[in-house]
């Protein structure tokens, strides 16, 4: 089976990695940061016929379209360009899957709702509040009105220890002994990139079609997730503040509870903990660092 995955960046990447490990013919695009793989190219999926031709020269049996704009503060203030990339290059990507017959899996995101509600079911009412999680639902109805295979997968807060991410960018604030506020009254379900790469790839090998949420099995507040990965590293829990959402200097509104129910995936694959999930981040990291001390 041949699979292309669109985007490798924090879940593309170890995406990749995980399909190769399970000996899956895989191809990769990238777009800012190049991949030191084989079959790995470049790719701007806001270009329809690159895409096309991308596509048609790899043959894949399932594209795995990853590649976003995700910084959600950007997504509000640069508009034009969130929507060519999140709308325009996935409906791109959709139209050369449906030409090729390739199954689509799409990775949205928790932000599709307005948090109102809290553990949210893959069939509860979308509403998003910022632009960021408009694009990524209006990508949601290009890949439902154009494939006739499809998986839309989504997930909340991904992090890891590959690229910049809220727990990396913790884990340095917190290394350097800097004080951090992080807001105690957003309650999330974060995802470990290795996490949610399991999940989807479990999705495939049961021939699952649909909208999943795959996320974290835990639904949990910003500043408790902080305090649990300063926790796992040995970091000074003293050095974050409880802050509230009113307080941020945000230029888009966030859910105030955009949790996902995690019932549906659980019947194919058990979502990490939290805990369970810092201490592979914190393994992942030091080997890493161990890594780059012997080049």
């Not at 220890?161 to 807001?183: C, D, P, R, S």
């Not at 974290?216 to 990965?229: K, L, V």
């Not at 080997?287 to 001390?293: E, L, N, P, W």
């Amino acid at each position: 089976m041949k699979i292309l995955v669109i985007g490798c960046g924090l879940l593309g990447k170890k995406l990749f990695e995980k399909l190769e490990e399970q000996n899956f013919e895989v191809y990769g695009s990238f777009f800012e940061h190049p991949i030191e793989k084989d079959h790995c190219f470049h790719l701007d999926i806001t270009k329809k016929a690159d895409v096309t031709q991308s596509v048609k020269k790899y043959s894949p049996d399932i594209i795995i379209q990853t590649s976003a704009m995700t910084n959600v503060d950007e997504c509000e203030t640069k508009r034009n360009q969130a929507s060519n990339v999140n709308v325009q290059g996935t409906k791109n990507v959709a139209s050369a899957a449906e030409k090729q017959q390739a199954l689509l899996m799409y990775i949205s995101t928790d932000y599709v709702f307005d948090g109102e509600q809290g553990l949210y079911k893959e069939d509860d009412r979308v509403n998003p509040i910022n632009y960021y999680g408009l694009t990524k639902l209006e990508g949601e109805n290009a890949v439902r009105l154009l494939c006739t295979r499809y998986i839309i997968a989504r997930t909340s807060v991904l992090y890891g220890a590959q690229t910049h991410n809220f727990a990396t960018w913790l884990v340095q604030k917190l290394g350097n002994n800097e004080k951090v506020t992080i807001v105690q009254d957003q309650f999330v379900s974060p995802t470990l990139n290795v996490d949610l790469a399991e999940q989807l790839i479990a999705l495939i090998q049961s021939n699952m079609l649909g909208v999943f949420h795959t996320a974290g099995a835990e639904r949990i507040d910003r500043y408790a997730f902080a305090c649990c990965i300063a926790d796992e590293f040995g970091f000074d829990t003293h050095l974050i503040t409880a802050g509230h959402m009113k307080d941020m200097k945000w230029n888009a509104r966030r859910p105030k509870d955009s949790s996902l129910d995690i019932s549906k995936i659980s019947k194919i694959k058990t979502p990490y903990s939290v805990q369970h999930a810092v201490r592979l981040l914190h393994e992942e990291i030091k080997g890493k660092i161990q890594k780059d001390t012997l080049k």
